[in-house]
């Protein structure tokens, strides 16, 4: 156990903020875990938590504000009480290093995202130490160390594994490979292991997370490629799907198309950045792709797989981007018919590249622009989702309704999709595959009735 010196003996607790992407979720995932193991206990409570973790993004600008004013709040916290521990970690404390100490006071620990699982050591120089210097720790180069590291999974039934870390890709606009470094794939049995010792702790399915998944594998023996990894998780009998973000269109080809098409247990979901649908900005953006090879992508993954679903990012407001080249993003949305797409305000991001490739854009230009694209591809994804009503979709189901609806339960379709359905209040479906008839869809949700419950 671990008391609080000086004070009435008791547990100490932890807080942990996250921003940014699933990589960070699995990020944060580990660092509760080393918590855990050092005997600290989760708590909700911000203001009475004796260690404070921001585990931090810095792709826009917009989070990176976020995470000041979230900053201020703790440093007051801290101010108050400095017995308590505060650290920042992930992409902004990799970026700033040391900055981020004289922009914010009172900061114990930083480290970047590759020295996740070293935190149990950085706790110990930091108490060696005695809390008199803030310790540093942040080398984007350092390999992943994530074999039989402690982990507490945010679900009991999905689970979040990194199969590589970094990027080597440089689009011009993107912080992330001078945050996360160079791309470096795990090796695959590695991976296998872990998955199935998940599988032997109930866990249904598997989301694999890198910035390029599907250029798992360099600098690995010929073998431990994505396609074969794939196949590989795809023979785990007890896992019940399979997912992975992100794939870069530049990588995404035939063969893959396939290995997902033959999977059983591969989700036929594609997360698949297009970012714009302008040849002219695609190539400034260091895309690796023009507009006709991304539709050969799209006919290609449709061709094999009418049903599958196909998600992307787009940005708006790229230095230089003109009507003409917004309208090409929209033409693209409305000929490729995503199911879904997050969008996003380009915003300037310290080393890049695309500030000097053309003039900064209006924010309120960039603004219109934003409201014009969700609105096409909100009516885009009512469309696609209310053609699925009276057909019936296999559900995962994973908790109680978010709305607190009683006898309500949502889980996802293969197709990434949330479905609601009702059943009579009782949590045994929690976990397993059932399948439901949709009566009604909106842009976001599919709202259906039990069909029947999938035999294990
Ligand atoms: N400005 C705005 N959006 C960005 N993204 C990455 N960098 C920037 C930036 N500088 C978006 C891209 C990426 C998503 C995760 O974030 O669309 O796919
Ligand atoms: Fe950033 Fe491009 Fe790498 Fe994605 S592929 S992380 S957008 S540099």
Known sequence: ???????????????IKTYGCQM???????????????????????????LIILNTCCVRKKVEQKIYSMAGRVSQIKEDNPEVVFGICGCLAQKEIENIAKK???IDIIFGPSQITSFREIMELYRQNEGKETIIFCDNREPLK????????????????????????FCSYC??????????????????DEIEELASKKYKEIMLLGQN???????????????????QINKIEEIKRIRFTTSHPKDFNLDLIKVIKDGSKICEHIHLPLQSGSDNILNKMNRKYNMKQYYNIINNIRKCMPDASITTDIMVGFPGET??????????C???????????????????????LGEEIPLLTKKKRLWALMEVQKEISSRINQSLIGKTVEVLVENRSKKGIENQYWGKTRTNKVAVFSYSNNDSLIAKLVYVKVKKADAYTLFGELIYVKRE
């Open 175 to 192: 912080i992330v490979p001078y945050t996360r470094g160079p791309e470096e794939s795990r090796a695959a049995k590695e991976i296998i």
């Open 146 to 169: 994530l074999a039989n590291k402690p982990i507490k999974h945010h679900s009991p039934i999905t689970a979040y594994i990194q199969i590589m870390k970094g990027c080597n890709n």
């Open 1 to 15: 156990m671990v008391f609080k010196k000086g004070k009435k003996e008791r547990v100490l607790s932890y807080f």
């Open 104 to 106: 914010i006071p009172y």
């Open 24 to 50: 960070n979720v699995n990020d944060s995932e580990y660092l509760a875990g080393q918590l855990e193991e050092m005997d600290y206990k989760k708590t909700p409570d911000l203001n009475n938590a004796d």
């Open 213 to 231: 998944v599907n250029s798992y594998g360099q600098g690995l023996s010929n073998k431990d490629n994505f396609l074969n990894l794939l196949s």
């Open 323 to 332: 009507e003409e080249d917004f309208q090409e993003t929209i033409k693209a």
């Open 334 to 356: 409305q000929n490729i018919q995503f199911d879904s797409c997050y969008t996003f305000i380009y915003s300037n991001r310290e080393n890049t590249l695309s500030p000097f």
